[in-house]
């Protein structure tokens, strides 16, 4: 897709503040810090639009960004950040499974990032046990691979694999990086087939 527009529609902490108009929806889900924020920039070739941080928990509200005024992306905050408020860490499971559903006929794709260094966890799995059973296409993005060397890519992608299972849907997890680009490409090739069939 050409990205023609992109700018920062909303953040809603409540569904009533959730925008309206009808999606697509692309939402990016993963574990706090392990780049979805950055992500999102780097699909959209900006650079600021989505903030980031090195410090866990950045994200705390749902983020809508619209794109070239016909679909959204949606940043979701990230989960398993210890350090949060117990009362934020408590709403985050019940928040995001709701706005799944809630949200459901408008979402197109989701975007389940987890960070290449890491073997998935529990969380990524219930993540991904949460698309499936809403049947929503997704895609898993293995961020950072640019702090892997060509050897260690090739590790990474088998014990995510093997942790998270392929996507139905995408097949393999793709090895990404928002500092060089890497994968960039592949994802886009995978959005643009799903919002084709939107
Ligand atoms: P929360 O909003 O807390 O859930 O985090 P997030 O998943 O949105 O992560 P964010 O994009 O804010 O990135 C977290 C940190 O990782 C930042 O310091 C980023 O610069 C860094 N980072 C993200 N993606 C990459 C990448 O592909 N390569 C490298 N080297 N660093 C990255
Ligand atoms: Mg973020």
Not at 45 to 71: C, E, H, M, W
Not at 74 to 81: C, H
Request: net charge positive; hydrophobic share 40%.
């Amino acid at each position: 897709m050409k990205i023609k527009s992109s700018r920062f529609d909303r953040a809603a902490v409540r569904p009533e503040q959730e925008p309206r108009a009808p999606g697509p929806d692309v939402v990016f889900l993963g574990r706090s810090n392990v780049g979805k924020s950055s992500l999102i920039n780097r699909l959209l070739g900006t650079r600021n639009l989505a903030r980031t941080s090195s410090q866990p928990g950045r994200t705390q509200s749902v983020n809508f960004y619209r794109i070239n005024d016909a679909l959204y992306f949606v940043d979701l905050p990230g989960y398993g950040y210890a350090r949060v408020p117990e009362s934020v860490r408590r709403n985050w499971g019940p928040m995001v499974e709701a706005f799944l559903e809630r949200r459901r006929e408008r979402i197109v794709m989701g975007v389940l990032v987890v960070d290449a260094r890491r073997e998935p966890g529990l969380l990524d799995r219930t993540m991904r046990d949460w698309l499936a059973y809403q049947r929503i296409p997704y895609l898993i993005a293995a961020t950072k691979a640019d702090k892997l060397s060509g050897n260690k890519r090739v590790v990474a992608l088998r014990t995510i694999t093997e942790g998270l299972g392929a996507s139905p849907d995408t097949g393999a997890p793709v090895l990404v990086s928002s500092s060089t680009g890497l994968g960039i490409r592949a994802v886009w090739r995978h959005l643009d087939a799903a919002l084709a069939g939107a």
